[in-house]
């Protein structure tokens, strides 16, 4: 056995058993787990999801919201423990897997279509 396929293994069992379902676009509410000394809670953050990237274990995804009028952009290992799950409010209609254009647009213009499902 190689060093590849031991790494390959080892990635193989920190998947989720339940993996994520949700796309660029959407607007999703991650709750993650926040470590404060020896206390442990649920913070929620909400916003657009800007991008997924990655493939296996390394796979992460970047979520943006407006906070007082300032952009706020956070990126989560999709496999990690910290995230207990991601909630889909909206599902968004977007042309392309990377949506930096929406850095650049404040307010209404910010949002992305609402996708419609038959």
Same mark, same amino acid.
């Given at each position: 056995? &190689?060093? #590849?396929? /031991?790494?390959? &293994? /080892?990635? =193989?069992?920190?998947?989720?058993? &339940?993996?994520?379902? +949700? $796309?660029?676009?959407?607007?999703? =509410?991650?709750?993650? =787990?926040?470590?404060?000394?020896?206390?442990?809670? @649920?913070?929620?953050?909400?916003?657009?999801?800007?991008? !997924?990237?990655? #493939?296996?274990?390394?796979?992460? +995804? #970047?979520?943006? !919201?407006?906070?007082?009028? @300032?952009?706020?952009?956070?990126?989560?290992? /999709?496999?990690?423990?910290?995230?207990?799950?991601?909630?889909? /409010? $909206?599902?968004? !209609?977007?042309?392309?897997? !990377?949506? +930096?254009?929406?850095?650049?647009?404040?307010? =209404?213009?910010?949002?992305?279509?609402?996708?419609? #499902?038959?």
């Amino acid at each position: 056995m &190689n060093a #590849t396929e /031991i790494i390959r &293994n /080892i990635e =193989k069992e920190q998947l989720r058993e &339940n993996p994520l379902v +949700f $796309r660029e676009g959407d607007t999703v =509410k991650v709750y993650a =787990k926040i470590k404060e000394g020896n206390r442990e809670r @649920i913070q929620v953050f909400e916003g657009i999801v800007l991008k !997924k990237q990655g #493939t296996g274990s390394r796979a992460t +995804f #970047t979520v943006r !919201k407006s906070s007082g009028g @300032i952009g706020v952009e956070k990126t989560w290992p /999709i496999h990690s423990p910290n995230v207990e799950k991601v909630e889909v /409010i $909206r599902r968004g !209609k977007a042309r392309r897997a !990377k949506l +930096f254009y929406l850095r650049e647009r404040v307010g =209404k213009r910010a949002k992305v279509r609402e996708r419609v #499902t038959k």
